[in-house]
């Protein structure tokens, strides 16, 4: 379970208008009014499913462009992310100001029910259209779903390659109660790699049956799936959050990582502002901050997410990534009220069933 945590950087300068932001070059000259607005607001409130240790070097830096913004960043797990924001506005008190999320079907159901501002973002055009929606939701990221192992205790030649691969590996007697995946009734981003794994893989069925023969051990986060394997208590994971299990596996000998070459699913952390927004001026200041090239290259080779901008330069990067995989093998999950599919009380509860019966089986 993610430990809540509150990461609150105060500002980078030692009073109150010592530094006068400036408008980032290109930006239009009106955008200072944002940045004043900003400034009067003083603080801005994030809600995500980022570590914060992966946070904190852009909040750092966001705070050098416009010191004087306190920023109050809660670090919950996806589930835990939307929950708190909806049960918060219908309550009427506070909450985030920015929502931020590797769930993206539960960021995508927010926006379309109706939360998130429209505001066209200064940096929109530098980002691949399938990541915006309605100039509301925007992808900040680009990440793979993998699958990591033990490396330590599988040889060369068991580690699958593919989605079909692993199906086979899997119900061998020694992968009984050693394979793990997210558990996708309490993991936002569990539930949506799994669902849209269902409408990429014609072979499905066979993968949950697999699941079922291994008696596979769910979790409900990246890390103790990691810890788990690295141990040997499991050999492998499914869906495993690829960034940070290629961060993890530079050092740690024990951690393997392998991209399916037949398709490999990609992720994108969908941030939207608040449409009720205390901090309305700030969430736009950080909503551009993220998805500009300067904001990216943090994003790249500070936090080790994937930068999803094509013009930053690093080891992980969608550039990097594209050119590993193979541009027809990535299969980036939209930005779109189309990954709602399996969000609807009846379909989502049928899915659910479906595994239970299958890859739950004891």
Known sequence: MKLHMTVAAACATLFAGAAMAQVPAGYPADYQKIIDGAKKEGKLVIYGATDSKATQ??????????????????????TEVYNRFISEVAAGGNTADVMWSSAMDLQMRLASDGYALKYKSVESAKIPGWAIWDDQAYGTTFEPAAIVYNKRLLDAKEVPQNHADFAKLIVQPKFKDKVTTYDIEKSGVGFMFMTQDARENTKFLELENAFGEAKVRVQSSTGTMMERISSGENLIGYNVLGSYALVRAKTDPSIGVVLPKDYTLILSRVQFINKGAKNVNAAKLWLDYLLSQRGQTIIANDAKLFAIR????????????????????????????MVLQFLGPAKRMAFLKQWKETAGKK
């Not at 070097?57 to 996806?78: A, H, Q, R, W």
């Not at 690093?314 to 980036?332: F, Q, W, Y």
């Open 57 to 78: 070097p852009l909040i750092k830096d966001f705070n050098t462009l416009y010191p004087g913004i306190t920023v109050e960043y809660n670090d919950m797990n996806s």
């Open 310 to 337: 094509e013009d930053v330069k690093g080891e992980t990067t969608s550039a990097e990534l594209i050119k590993m995989i193979g541009k027809d093998k990535v299969k980036p999950i939209p930005v779109h009220p």
